[in-house]
């Protein structure tokens, strides 16, 4: 069974780090391009970074870019989200998602998605 | 930027309805259009890709249609658990894809 299950959240204050990790289980992360979405609390959803399944592609949110960095560990199946320069509008339930396919708009149908980690940005 | 307008935003509605949501794109996105479904404290569940393809074990009473700028997802006859929030999905622009606000679907 395909299952993605999210670790790393917490409280964090403004200007700090956390790094998300996201475990993967019943496929294997080098046979699909994988993303994470945020939903702020109350709100919609936002892409914020995409990984090829051969690793070789990272995009990320232009809203976010520079201050993120996607990252996998194929050994353990698991992909990392890196977030640095945190603000209070980054305060979100961040999704690990599992997309249809590795090419064109098949990498971005999201057919699985963990249940989320809650990053809180607050001093 | 491609941007999504879904309407109604809110919508009350009764067990046995025929339920029709429209997602707008500010730009022809051809079929490039992806329907979501999420309910409360839970993660969302893709439903329909590609515009009108069903996924995989999601019951035949939803169906989408539409291409270029409007698009619809119908749920012919609303069943009990099909009260949730709704998301749109454009992925014309990718990597940048963008979804829209929801619409959420309520017990009249």
């Known amino acids: 069974q395909v299952h993605l299950v999210e670790s790393g959240g917490g409280v964090v204050q403004p200007g700090g780090s956390l790094r998300l990790s996201c475990e993967a289980s019943g496929f294997s992360i080098t046979d699909y391009a994988m993303s994470w979405v945020r939903q702020a609390p109350g709100k919609g959803l936002e892409w914020v970074a995409f990984?090829?399944?051969?690793?070789?592609?990272?995009y990320y949110a232009d809203s976010l870019k520079g201050r993120l960095t996607v990252s996998r560990d194929t050994s353990k199946n698991t992909l990392y989200l890196q977030m640095n320069s945190l603000r209070a509008e980054d305060t979100a339930v961040y999704h690990c998602v599992k997309a249809k396919g590795s090419r064109h708009y098949y990498a971005y149908y999201f057919d699985t998605w963990g249940q989320g980690a809650l990053v809180t940005v607050s001093s | 930027d491609i941007h999504l307008t879904q309407s109604p935003s809110f919508l009350s509605a009764s067990v046995g309805d025929r339920v029709t949501i429209t997602c707008r794109a500010s730009q022809g996105i051809t079929t490039y259009l992806a329907w979501y479904q999420q309910k409360p404290g839970k993660a969302p569940k893709l439903l329909i890709y590609a515009a009108s393809t069903l996924e995989s074990g999601v019951p035949s009473r939803f169906s989408g249609s539409g291409s270029g700028t409007e698009f619809t997802l119908t749920i012919s006859s609303l069943q009990p658990e099909d009260f949730a929030t709704y998301f749109c999905q454009q992925l014309k622009s990718y990597p940048q894809v963008t979804f829209a606000q929801g619409t959420k679907v309520e017990m009249k």
């Open positions: 990984v090829r399944d051969d690793g070789g592609d990272k």
